[in-house]
Protein backbone atom coordinates (compact mmCIF):
# COMPACT_ATOMS: atom_id res chain seq x y z
CA UNK A 1 0.00 0.00 0.00
CA UNK A 2 1.47 2.86 -0.99
CA UNK A 3 0.50 6.28 0.85
CA UNK A 4 2.43 9.81 0.58
CA UNK A 5 5.29 10.76 2.30
CA UNK A 6 5.31 12.80 5.54
CA UNK A 7 8.42 13.53 7.44
CA UNK A 8 9.04 14.75 11.15
CA UNK A 9 11.31 17.73 9.15
CA UNK A 10 8.23 18.84 7.13
CA UNK A 11 6.62 19.48 10.62
CA UNK A 12 9.80 20.49 12.63
CA UNK A 13 9.79 23.31 9.69
CA UNK A 14 6.37 24.77 10.58
CA UNK A 15 5.78 23.94 13.94
CA UNK A 16 7.77 25.28 17.55
CA UNK A 17 9.43 22.91 19.27
CA UNK A 18 7.16 23.18 22.41
CA UNK A 19 4.35 22.06 20.17
CA UNK A 20 5.64 19.35 18.28
CA UNK A 21 6.95 18.18 22.16
CA UNK A 22 3.33 19.05 23.31
CA UNK A 23 1.67 16.70 20.10
CA UNK A 24 3.71 13.60 21.03
CA UNK A 25 1.27 13.28 24.02
CA UNK A 26 -1.49 12.82 21.30
CA UNK A 27 -0.16 10.52 18.69
CA UNK A 28 -2.23 7.38 18.09
CA UNK A 29 -5.28 8.94 19.98
CA UNK A 30 -7.44 10.40 16.90
CA UNK A 31 -10.71 8.66 15.71
CA UNK A 32 -11.59 8.77 12.59
CA UNK A 33 -8.43 9.00 10.61
CA UNK A 34 -8.77 9.09 6.61
CA UNK A 35 -6.67 10.14 4.06
CA UNK A 36 -8.01 11.74 0.76
CA UNK A 37 -5.47 12.19 -1.75
CA UNK A 38 -2.89 13.95 0.06
CA UNK A 39 -5.68 15.47 2.23
CA UNK A 40 -4.85 13.87 5.74
CA UNK A 41 -7.85 14.61 8.64
CA UNK A 42 -8.50 12.82 12.38
CA UNK A 43 -10.22 14.12 15.23
CA UNK A 44 -9.06 13.75 18.63
CA UNK A 45 -10.50 14.74 22.29
CA UNK A 46 -8.44 17.30 23.74
CA UNK A 47 -8.45 19.15 26.40
CA UNK A 48 -11.68 21.51 25.91
CA UNK A 49 -13.27 19.43 23.73
CA UNK A 50 -13.26 17.69 20.29
CA UNK A 51 -10.93 18.91 17.46
CA UNK A 52 -11.06 18.54 13.91
CA UNK A 53 -7.76 18.58 12.13
CA UNK A 54 -6.52 18.28 8.53
CA UNK A 55 -3.15 18.74 6.56
CA UNK A 56 -2.58 18.73 3.22
CA UNK A 57 1.12 17.36 2.71
CA UNK A 58 1.61 17.61 -0.56
CA UNK A 59 2.49 21.61 -0.17
CA UNK A 60 5.77 23.55 1.10
CA UNK A 61 5.18 24.32 3.54
CA UNK A 62 2.39 22.22 4.84
CA UNK A 63 -1.31 23.72 5.10
CA UNK A 64 -3.45 22.58 7.87
CA UNK A 65 -6.73 23.03 9.63
CA UNK A 66 -7.72 22.39 13.03
CA UNK A 67 -11.26 23.63 15.30
CA UNK A 68 -9.19 24.51 18.35
CA UNK A 69 -8.38 28.58 19.30
CA UNK A 70 -4.50 28.68 18.53
CA UNK A 71 -4.94 27.27 14.71
CA UNK A 72 -6.22 30.67 14.12
CA UNK A 73 -2.39 32.07 14.80
CA UNK A 74 0.31 29.06 14.79
CA UNK A 75 0.44 25.50 13.44
CA UNK A 76 -1.33 23.68 16.50
CA UNK A 77 -0.66 20.61 18.78
CA UNK A 78 -3.25 18.69 17.17
CA UNK A 79 -2.14 19.45 13.66
CA UNK A 80 1.42 18.31 14.64
CA UNK A 81 -0.03 15.32 16.39
CA UNK A 82 -2.08 14.26 13.72
CA UNK A 83 1.65 14.43 11.13
CA UNK A 84 2.80 12.51 13.72
CA UNK A 85 0.12 9.80 13.65
CA UNK A 86 0.35 9.43 10.24
CA UNK A 87 4.34 9.14 10.26
CA UNK A 88 4.48 6.44 12.97
CA UNK A 89 0.98 4.71 12.23
CA UNK A 90 -0.09 5.25 8.87
CA UNK A 91 -2.22 2.11 8.63
CA UNK A 92 -4.58 3.60 10.69
CA UNK A 93 -5.37 6.14 7.59
CA UNK A 94 -5.69 3.47 5.49
CA UNK A 95 -9.17 2.50 4.52
CA UNK A 96 -8.03 -1.04 2.48
CA UNK A 97 -5.99 -3.71 2.97
CA UNK A 98 -3.28 -4.92 1.48
CA UNK A 99 -3.29 -8.26 -0.20
CA UNK A 100 -0.90 -10.92 0.97
CA UNK A 101 0.08 -11.59 -2.19
CA UNK A 102 1.05 -7.86 -2.76
CA UNK A 103 3.69 -7.77 -0.20
CA UNK A 104 7.19 -6.50 -1.28
CA UNK A 105 8.90 -4.94 1.08
CA UNK A 106 9.13 -4.48 5.05
CA UNK A 107 7.06 -1.86 4.77
CA UNK A 108 4.52 -3.83 3.60
CA UNK A 109 4.51 -6.50 5.91
CA UNK A 110 4.60 -3.85 8.39
CA UNK A 111 1.36 -2.38 7.01
CA UNK A 112 -0.11 -5.78 6.68
CA UNK A 113 0.66 -7.31 10.44
CA UNK A 114 -1.10 -3.78 11.73
CA UNK A 115 -4.24 -3.71 9.62
CA UNK A 116 -4.99 -7.53 10.08
CA UNK A 117 -6.19 -8.96 13.08
CA UNK A 118 -5.13 -11.84 15.06
CA UNK A 119 -8.17 -14.01 14.51
CA UNK A 120 -8.44 -13.52 11.17
CA UNK A 121 -5.16 -15.07 10.78
CA UNK A 122 -5.91 -18.39 12.99
CA UNK A 123 -8.99 -18.72 11.39
CA UNK A 124 -7.29 -19.18 8.45
CA UNK A 125 -4.85 -21.33 9.85
CA UNK A 126 -7.52 -23.22 11.56
CA UNK A 127 -8.56 -23.88 7.98
CA UNK A 128 -4.97 -25.37 7.39
CA UNK A 129 -5.56 -27.91 10.42
CA UNK A 130 -3.35 -25.79 12.31
CA UNK A 131 -4.95 -25.34 15.77
CA UNK A 132 -5.09 -22.31 18.17
CA UNK A 133 -3.07 -24.80 20.72
CA UNK A 134 -0.39 -25.09 18.13
CA UNK A 135 0.32 -21.60 17.51
CA UNK A 136 -0.03 -20.94 21.52
CA UNK A 137 2.75 -23.78 22.14
CA UNK A 138 4.87 -22.73 18.78
CA UNK A 139 5.11 -19.47 20.56
CA UNK A 140 5.73 -20.70 24.27
CA UNK A 141 2.58 -19.23 25.62
CA UNK A 142 -0.59 -20.38 27.30
CA UNK A 143 -3.78 -21.05 25.19
CA UNK A 144 -5.40 -18.68 27.27
CA UNK A 145 -2.81 -16.23 27.01
CA UNK A 146 -3.10 -16.45 23.28
CA UNK A 147 -6.70 -16.24 23.79
CA UNK A 148 -6.41 -12.75 25.68
CA UNK A 149 -4.24 -11.29 23.15
CA UNK A 150 -6.77 -12.38 20.27
CA UNK A 151 -9.32 -10.57 22.56
CA UNK A 152 -7.01 -7.61 23.05
CA UNK A 153 -6.10 -7.28 19.69
CA UNK A 154 -10.08 -7.34 18.71
CA UNK A 155 -10.92 -4.33 20.78
CA UNK A 156 -7.54 -2.23 19.59
CA UNK A 157 -5.41 -3.01 22.70
CA UNK A 158 -2.11 -4.30 21.73
CA UNK A 159 0.23 -6.65 23.45
CA UNK A 160 3.96 -6.35 22.98
CA UNK A 161 3.27 -10.31 21.60
CA UNK A 162 0.85 -9.45 19.16
CA UNK A 163 2.46 -8.21 16.43
CA UNK A 164 5.10 -11.40 16.36
CA UNK A 165 2.50 -13.96 17.17
CA UNK A 166 1.05 -12.48 13.70
CA UNK A 167 4.37 -12.60 11.84
CA UNK A 168 4.96 -16.31 13.22
CA UNK A 169 0.86 -16.94 12.00
CA UNK A 170 1.98 -15.52 9.12
CA UNK A 171 5.25 -17.38 8.36
CA UNK A 172 3.32 -20.49 8.98
CA UNK A 173 0.40 -19.72 6.08
CA UNK A 174 3.29 -19.04 3.53
CA UNK A 175 4.91 -22.78 4.11
CA UNK A 176 1.51 -24.15 3.97
Same mark, same amino acid.
Given at each position: ?33 ? =????? #? +??? &????? /? ?6 ? @? ?54 ? =????? #? +??? &????? /? ?6 ? @? ?41
Amino acid at each position: MQLPKLSEEQLKNISTPINLQRAENYVGKFVDCS =IEGNV #L +KGT &IKGNH /GSYTSELV @IDTDPIEFKCDCENAKEVFCKHAAALGLTYIYTPWVFASEKIERSKINSFEDIKFY =IKTTT #L +KEL &IEELR /GKSIGSAQ @IAELNGISLQQLSAIVKDDLSGKHHTLTDPLKLACLYLLEKQ
